[in-house]
């Protein structure tokens, strides 16, 4: 049994990266659906597809890479609250990642979204991760 789903969601992708990999699969879950799909409109990944005839189902990620650096787009991925230290932030207090360069994806009640999206909301939330 898997811990803390949403770090190993994160490894995979960071594994998939530095191996030069073009499409990754990781276990699905509903979170783990919602962080994919914020990456997407970022424009950090290509594609995704949720493959659902399983129990459980699976998320296929495409990773993005420069067409002539071969350079990745995502650089880093970064857990900030895990299960034994929830980070939470208040909305007028929401992180900036890399002066507003990079994305911090926050878990909040009106679901997934990131710290820009959450100030036009006015909401706070629990930190999930930084991605840049």
Known sequence: M????IAD????????????????????????????????????????????SSVQGTIKIALKYNPTT?????TKLKRVSTPGLRQYVAADNLPRVLS????????TSKGVMTEKECKTENVGGEVLCYVY
């Open 2 to 5: 898997n811990t803390d789903p």
């Open 70 to 74: 071969k350079a990745p787009a995502i």
């Open 100 to 107: 507003g360069l990079g994305v911090a994806i926050i878990s």
């Open 9 to 52: 969601y994160l490894t995979r992708v960071r594994n998939a990266i530095k191996a030069n990999h073009r499409v990754v699969e990781i276990p699905a879950s509903n979170i783990k659906k919602e962080i994919t799909k914020v990456l997407y409109h970022k424009g950090y990944i290509q594609s995704y597809r949720f493959d659902d």
